[in-house]
């Protein structure tokens, strides 16, 4: 008897560690289903809401933030420039107005109004409230 009672928790640990592969398992892998997920970019991720710079591409970015309100998005970034004998800073500014936020796939799509000019900037959503800008540049909450 005990032998038997030995049998059937071997066997239930070995069904159990190798997936119940003999039961037909699911036939995909965790990479599949991982490489199979698809972001998807949501409006609501990016209202109202600011984003730090967190990894750069661009060495020269040393700074860099988003803001979104409801009709409006800022972006500044701060470039260090090298100079002869000091370094210096330049800062960019982007604010659109009367913004229009849409989505497609992981992608943001803002136009809005800069300086009386239609714009366009495009941001990718790489993960939870991570976004990436056209130059590869990542921002997060």
Do not use: H, P
């Amino acid at each position: 008897m005990k032998k038997l009672i030995v049998l059937f928790i071997l066997s239930a640990g070995l069904l159990t560690l190798t997936g119940c592969d003999l039961f037909g398992g699911s036939d995909q892998s965790s990479d599949e289903t991982t490489d199979s997920s698809v972001l998807k970019a949501e409006k609501a991720d990016i209202t109202n809401s600011v984003y730090t710079l967190k990894v750069r591409k661009d060495m020269d970015l040393s700074a860099g933030q988003l803001t979104f309100t409801d009709k409006k998005m800022e972006w500044t970034r701060t470039y260090q420039t090298q100079g002869t004998d000091s370094s210096e800073s330049s800062e960019e500014k982007t604010v659109l107005t009367d913004i229009k936020i849409t989505t497609k796939d992981d992608e943001y799509i803002i136009s809005g109004k800069e300086n009386k000019k239609e714009t366009t900037v495009i941001f990718t959503k790489i993960g939870n409230y991570r976004l990436k800008d056209e130059d590869g540049n990542i921002y997060s909450l």
